[in-house]
């Protein structure tokens, strides 16, 4: 089955660590997201990439760093830099721009939860 | 630039009665229109969907949304509530059929009660 894979699951982290939150889709999909979730806030933008090799900061990018090298792989580094890491992450793909049949919607992984200890 | 509210952070129905999430959206251009459901960690599911074919719109678990241009408003609804429909729900608007630029409103619990 096509789908999104995000490991791990469950990470914790000492402050001052970086992690990197892993996020793989079969589903030939142009474009893909990061995705941080608070309880009460909903989802907010971190980054997202139209296109292998190209990627843009979405709405709350400080503290974060990402890379996609890959079509199918997107992961995401949360930096010691990022003040309030703990959050429920997650990715997302979509076709992208150059896909002909695409009705709009986002495919989501799973979700990684991060708790910093 | 697209928005979306969603009346109420907290609904409760008891079982069996009727579900009504509210859900309206302003955008300058026609929009896509969502609503996906999201249960504890787990990732967003899709429900259902507008891309400005048919106003009515059924989508997965007996949900259905009507879109209504004059209203900004794609309210969802399920006539019958279950116990597995207590969820957290999103409505979510774009303006374009690739996936970008994608508004979600702050989101609707949903309790259901026996």
């Known amino acids: 089955d096509g789908g999104i894979t995000q490991s791990p699951k469950y990470l914790f982290r000492k402050e001052g660590q970086n992690v990197t939150l892993s996020c793989e889709q079969n589903?030939?999909?142009?474009?893909m997201y990061w995705y941080r979730q608070d309880p009460g806030q909903g989802l907010r933008l971190i980054y997202y990439s139209q296109i292998v090799n190209d990627f843009q900061k979405g709405d709350i990018a400080e503290g974060y760093s990402v890379s996609r090298e890959k079509k199918e792989s997107f992961p995401l580094t949360v930096t010691s830099a990022q003040k309030n890491p703990t959050a429920f992450y997650l990715c997302?793909?979509?076709?992208?721009?150059?896909?002909?049949?695409?009705?709009?919607?986002?495919?989501f992984g799973e979700g990684s939860r991060l708790t910093v200890l | 630039a697209q928005s979306v509210t969603q009346l109420g952070s907290h609904v409760s129905v008891s079982e069996g009665a009727l579900v009504l999430l509210r859900c309206n959206y302003s955008s300058s251009v026609p929009p896509y229109l969502f609503w996906y459901v999201q249960y504890p960690n787990q990732g967003l599911q899709l429900l259902l969907k507008y891309t400005s074919a048919a106003t009515l719109v059924k989508g997965i678990n007996g949900f259905e949304a009507e879109f209504k241009k004059s209203e900004t408003s794609f309210h969802l609804t399920k006539p019958s509530a279950h116990m597995s429909d207590a969820a957290e729900y999103f409505c979510?608007?774009?303006?374009?059929?690739?996936?970008?630029?994608?508004?979600f409103g702050p989101g609707t619990r949903l309790s259901v009660l026996p």
């Open positions: 979510a608007v774009t303006i374009n059929n690739y996936g970008q630029n994608f508004v």
């Open positions: 997302a793909s979509s076709i992208g721009w150059r896909g002909r049949r695409g009705t709009g919607e986002l495919f």
């Open positions: 589903l030939n999909h142009d474009a």
